[in-house]
């Protein structure tokens, strides 16, 4: 049996819903692996299987090398933050934390020194040294989670398991907790499954991304594989801040080379994906997928551009992001030089070709 932890075709129903099917994933021992994907795409049903919450109706599943398909919660010596937290209200901070550590469950965790350090440590690491004494009904939303994510780190288990472990907090903590949990995380001996709808933060964290929707696994890989090579359209949209813009085509051969056709334009794509195309011997219609940076404004009229009305533009600093009608299509492009634009104006914009993906419009999938 593998190290880690091993889901082998694991099914689960609800009222004849499926919520995860035919699932198979492998986190080793320091990996951490992200599951996201959209509502309702059974991360937290995932969770709760792993954790013994839920049974699975069919499939397997081992934790170190033990098969814990059917074993209770507390037999399979699992560490699951949830993403509604929920802390013994008589308990300040620094005893919500200990009182884990002190379970009968957790033999050889006794030490009052050991378990000191260890609260000291987690607190500090989720920036809430200050607040120990403090009770959870004095807390913030973000400072409870913060508490509940302290009572997950502080354990040592053979799996951890993280719903939305962050989801709660500010902006720019959530960052740096990122960083932070990803370093104490790596350096643990146990598996990390990390549940988030964010797919930005998956990216961030992870060492290998899991895409989850409707249940079913689309895509298993490393973040920059899951960026630049998504595995269907529905990956292709969900992953990244925007989503990839999906344009509608037929590729063509023009002058002995291989070019996507748009209603409104027409894209050269690179060497790497013309051979590509070439070998997989497609052709006909297709949808090309390009990210929002891959776009640009041009100057007006110029002859590689692309008419296009604005429909909204959303100024973050050192980027926007220009939400714009090319033919019947809205594309997104992210736009980092200080122009500033108005709704409705019209605009040239330029596409690059070279970071595009090409998906089979039949079977949404990457060709
Ligand atoms: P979110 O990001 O919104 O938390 P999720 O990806 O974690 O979503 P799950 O909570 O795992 O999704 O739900 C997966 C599917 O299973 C959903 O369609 C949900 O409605 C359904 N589901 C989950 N738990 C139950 C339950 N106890 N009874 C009935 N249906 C359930």
């Known amino acids: 049996m593998r190290a880690g932890l091993v889901l082998e075709q694991v099914d689960k129903s609800f009222a004849g819903a499926k ?23 059974g991360k937290t049903t995932t969770c709760r299987l792993v954790a013994g919450l839920e049974y699975a109706d069919a499939g397997n599943i081992s934790v170190a090398g033990r098969d814990v398909t059917r074993l209770p919660p507390q037999q399979r010596d699992v560490s699951l933050m949830f993403e509604s937290f929920a802390l013994y209200p008589m308990m300040n901070v620094a005893d919500n934390i200990a009182f884990a550590l002190r379970a009968p469950t ?46 997950a780190l ?8 993280m719903d939305e472990p962050i989801s709660h907090l500010d902006a720019k903590l959530r960052h740096k907790l990122r960083a932070a949990l990803r370093r104490r995380l790596v350096a643990a001996p146990a598996p990390t499954l990390w549940c988030t709808p ?46 990839m813009n999906l344009l509608p085509g037929t590729l063509v051969r023009d002058d002995g080379a291989l070019r996507f056709r748009h209603k409104e334009m027409t894209v050269d794509l690179s060497d790497e994906t013309r051979t590509r195309l070439d070998a997989s011997g497609s052709s006909g219609n297709v949808v090309l997928g390009v990210r929002a940076t891959d776009m640009e404004i041009a100057e007006p009229g110029a002859a590689d551009a692309h008419r296009v009305e604005v429909y909204s533009y959303e100024p973050f600093g050192k980027y926007a992001i220009l939400t714009a009608k090319l033919g019947g299509d809205m594309i997104k492009a992210k736009i980092f030089d200080a122009t500033h634009v108005d709704i409705g104006d019209v605009l040239s914009i330029r596409l690059h070709g070279r970071n595009a993906v090409v998906f089979d419009a039949a079977t949404a999938k990457a060709i």
Not at 129 to 151: I, T, Y
Not at 154 to 161: D, F, H, S
């Open 19 to 41: 919520a995860v099917e035919r699932l198979s994933l492998e986190v080793h021992p320091g990996e951490v692996v992200a599951l996201t994907g959209p509502s309702g795409a």
């Open 106 to 151: 957790r033999a050889g965790r006794t030490d009052a020194a050991a378990i000191a350090r260890c609260i000291d440590e987690v607190l500090a690491l989720t920036e809430m040294s200050d607040l120990r004494e403090r009770m959870p009904h004095e807390l913030s939303g973000g400072q409870k989670q913060r508490v509940a994510l302290c009572r």
């Open 154 to 161: 502080a354990l040592e288990p053979a799996v951890y398991l």
């Open 198 to 243: 964010d797919s930005m933060e998956a990216l961030s964290v992870a060492d290998r991304v899991a895409v989850l929707v409707d249940g079913r696994l689309q895509q298993f890989d490393r973040p920059e594989a899951i960026y630049t090579r998504p595995a269907n359209t529905q990956v292709a949209r969900l992953v990244g801040d925007p989503g």
